[in-house]
């Protein structure tokens, strides 16, 4: 599985948009880009997957540049209880069901 | 509201001890994990099933083993707990990765048991 690049912590304004990046540089053909987060002490939650054209739900949006070889997760106004640790994963969608691989994802905080 | 449910939120055994970690999921998914969460270590998974009576190694299956008897449940055993096991163990599920359900849903999460080894 493609590895993948995130920076260790973002600060937010509450109110604002949060703009997470990733970088998945190796990422192949038919690897997803799935987003999840995990608010302390839960476990981890689905935010949003893509493979190459954006996409919103009710909780997100994900950019995905044209190349492939980064994203955005964008929570358009963040609120105090978007603090997390936010996780940017590829995954293939062929093999055998072990292909989620975290890796030590964003702390973002937002800030009242 | 579908879930992954884990059996206990806290748990403390004593050195030697056999330990079960349940798990319980209401989605009729194939696929069940076994992740285990240390600080600075991130998700490591254990161990993985894709079907009833299947299992399959994950990164760090030493120490530990599961079953799965029926769908719903998969369940985590160590064997002879050791300190070294004091950690957060999540349990999830998904359909098969290869299905449309399976691409559409990702991993369902339990909130975790942490356990403490003393």
């Known amino acids: 599985d493609a590895k993948t690049t995130q920076p260790t912590s973002m600060d937010c304004a509450e109110g604002r948009a949060a703009n997470l990046p990733c970088n998945h540089s190796?990422?192949?053909?038919?690897?997803?880009v799935y987003w999840y987060r995990q608010i302390h002490s839960q476990g981890p939650q689905y935010i949003i997957h893509?493979?190459?054209n954006n996409e919103t739900n009710e909780m997100a949006s994900l950019i995905i540049t044209e190349d492939r070889k980064s994203s955005t997760l964008i929570l358009p106004h963040a609120t105090l209880r978007d603090t997390a640790v936010y996780y940017c994963?590829?995954?293939?969608?062929?093999?055998?069901?072990?292909?989620?691989?975290f890796g030590s994802g964003t702390q973002l905080t937002v800030l009242p | 509201d579908v879930k992954v449910t884990q059996s206990s939120r806290y748990l403390v055994k004593r050195t030697g001890e056999k330990v079960f970690l349940e798990c319980v999921q209401d989605?009729?998914?194939?696929?069940m994990f076994w992740y285990r969460q240390d600080p600075g270590l991130g998700l490591r998974l254990i161990y993985f099933s894709y079907d009833v009576k299947m299992k399959e190694k994950g990164d760090i299956p030493e120490g530990y083993s599961v079953s799965r008897e029926k769908k719903e449940r998969f369940s985590l055993i160590l064997e002879s707990a050791s300190t070294n096991q004091t950690s957060m163990y999540l349990c999830?599920?998904?359909?098969?990765?290869?299905?449309?359900?399976?691409?559409?849903?990702?991993?369902?999460f339990g909130s975790g048991t942490r356990l403490t080894v003393v």
């Open positions: 994963i590829v995954r293939t969608t062929s093999g055998s069901a072990r292909q989620l691989t």
């Open positions: 999830a599920s998904s359909p098969p990765v290869g299905s449309a359900r399976g691409q559409a849903y990702g991993y369902t």
């Open positions: 893509g493979l190459k």
């Open positions: 190796t990422i192949s053909g038919n690897e997803y």
């Open positions: 989605m009729d998914h194939e696929n």
